[in-house]
Each structure stands twice: as structure tokens, then as C-alpha cells.
């Protein structure tokens, strides 16, 4: 049989306060109402579980076997719920923010300075594969991503800009190219480039600055999967890559140089979220953004005119 727990926290309460209508007035029910719910649960059971005639009332040798593991029931019940509750306090109180490769000092400054303002608030930093990084955030694997540019599909998603990033191509320590402070696209044509065939062709084509001003052809050579591949690929002398200024700061390769590109546009590095949230974490986090993106502005400018 399926036990009914909310007839048996009544009769627990019963027991408790020896009285019915001492009982009914703790569990805000009628006397009567109570003693024929007691009179069900006995019924399913097969078993009278309480002496109406003693005062107080007491349970019977039945009620007695019955309460000591029905007790245990109670409790274990009320532990099941409470670890549901926590997780849900849990989730509410944690903001998951996708990245990939790296999630840089700019968004670890906006989680800082957003734990600040919200106490006991947990942020997981979740690493997504290059073709996640916006579909993420739409199908609510994460609440928010920091992305670069293209975004394939940018339906319902926000985009704030966090900061621009200057982009750099990725040389072999031995390209006749790599001495150099600063290379032009038209530096790099015939150049062959490593391609992504995860990531999509969009994404590849952007990032390689396809097509070039000069009307020059890219060349495309093997693909590779994570930044090691990457950089062991470049180093390998099997093509070159064009990417954010970001890679210099969390990649290295003794065997591989980054060279600032001059006229390459530079990449937006956004914080995506999904357009119809408005949970007060999210707005937390759009707004912290927003502060911190203004006031580094501020701060370049101020840096300018002492220049």
C-alpha cells in the first residue's frame, strides 16, 4: 500500500498532544475532521492505532510499531524535501557564465565586483566548446557566456559589449614575419591559415579576416580543435592564425611569436545573454558590466589627455 504521510503527521500530532482538539487546533483542522482522517489511515492499515478512551489519548501496541518507523518516515521525508529546497536556494544564489579558452580579467572583475553586491552569491566559470558559445545561453546551459564574433544565430539573445580586443596573428618563431612590432593584413596573404571544422564557417572566416581588402584569396590549411593544437599546428610551421589579443596573456609556446595586426577590426568581446531574462541575478550581471565598461572608458580617457 502507498502510505499517505500527511495522515500520518496527523496522527503524530495527535499523539503528541495526547487531544484531539489540542491536535486539530495545531494543524488548523476541525476535531471532528481530524478523528476521520486518523479513522482512514486505521482503515488502510487494518489496525486501530489509537486509544480513544485513554486520557490523554495514547497509541495502541499497533500505533506503537507503527509510529516508530513511521517517525523515522516523517523525518526522512522532511530531509528529502529540505535537500530539494537547498538546491533550489542553491540555483537561485549561482550564476553559471560560459567561456571559451579563456574568460579573461574583464569578466573576473564583473563576478568580483557582482559578489559584492550579492552575499553568498556562487558564479561557475563553464568552459564551452567553440560552436556553443551563444546556443549556450539559449538553451539554458549556462545563464550567460562571454562570446566573440560571428554569432551564427543571434535570436533572443542581448549582446553587451564588455570590451574591444585587438587581434594578433599567431607565427612560428621562425616566419620571416616574426621580428616584426606590427604586420598589415596584406602582410599576411598567401599565408595559409588553420581552419576549425567544429566552429562555423562564418566563425573561420571572420577570425582569418576573409575576404581581405586586397581581394587576395585565403588560403585554408589543417584544422585543429583546442588552443594547444593550435599553437603546436603554428609552431609546426603549418599555417597561421589570426586572433584575440587575449591568447598572448593565457597561452604561451616557446616556439611561437603574436605580432599586433594593424588594420585588422577589432573583436567586440560581448556578454550574451538570453533577451526575456530578467532574473535578478542576470540584471545584476548586465548592470555590474555596464558600470565597469564605463568606467574603464573613463579611465582610458583620462589616461589620453595625461598623455
Request: one cysteine or more.
Amino acid at each position: 500500500m502507498d502510505l499517505n504521510l500527511h495522515l500520518v503527521r496527523y496522527l503524530v500530532a495527535v499523539v503528541d498532544e495526547g487531544h484531539f482538539g489540542r491536535a486539530a487546533d495545531r494543524l488548523y483542522v476541525s476535531a471532528p475532521a481530524l478523528s476521520q482522517q486518523i479513522r482512514k489511515l486505521e482503515r488502510s492499515l487494518g489496525a486501530d492505532l489509537l486509544d480513544r478512551s485513554a486520557h490523554p489519548v495514547r497509541p495502541t501496541s499497533a500505533g506503537r510499531r507503527f509510529l516508530a518507523e513511521a517517525r523515522d518516515a516523517l523525518a526522512a521525508a522532511d530531509r528529502a524535501v529540505a535537500a530539494v529546497e537547498a538546491y533550489r536556494r542553491e540555483l537561485a544564489a549561482t550564476l553559471r557564465i560560459g567561456f571559451m579558452n579563456a574568460a579573461g580579467p574583464r569578466i573576473r572583475r564583473v563576478t568580483d565586483e557582482l559578489r559584492r553586491e550579492v552575499p553568498g552569491l556562487s558564479v561557475r566559470l563553464i568552459e564551452l566548446p567553440w560552436p556553443q558559445q551563444a546556443s549556450a545561453v539559449r538553451d539554458g546551459t549556462v545563464d550567460a557566456s562571454v562570446v566573440r564574433p560571428p554569432i551564427a544565430d543571434p535570436t533572443g539573445l542581448r549582446l553587451d559589449v564588455l570590451h574591444e580586443e585587438p587581434r594578433v596573428v599567431a607565427l612560428p618563431g621562425t616566419h620571416r614575419l616574426a621580428g616584426r612590432e606590427s604586420v598589415g593584413l596584406a602582410d599576411l596573404d598567401g599565408e595559409t591559415h588553420l581552419a576549425a571544422d567544429e566552429a562555423d564557417p562564418a566563425w573561420v572566416r571572420w577570425w582569418a579576416c576573409d575576404p581581405r581588402p586586397s581581394g587576395v584569396p585565403v588560403r585554408y590549411g589543417p584544422s585543429v580543435r583546442t588552443m594547444d593544437e593550435m599553437l603546436e599546428a603554428v609552431a609546426a610551421d603549418q599555417g597561421i592564425v589570426i586572433t584575440g589579443s587575449f591568447v598572448t596573456e593565457g597561452y604561451r609556446h616557446p616556439e611561437v611569436v603574436f605580432v599586433p595586426v594593424s588594420d585588422a577590426e577589432p573583436c567586440p568581446v560581448s556578454l550574451c545573454t538570453r533577451a526575456d531574462d530578467a532574473s535578478p541575478l542576470v540584471t545584476a550581471l548586465r548592470r555590474t558590466a555596464g558600470e565597469l565598461r564605463t568606467a574603464s572608458g573613463q579611465e582610458a580617457q583620462r589616461a589620453s589627455k595625461i598623455r
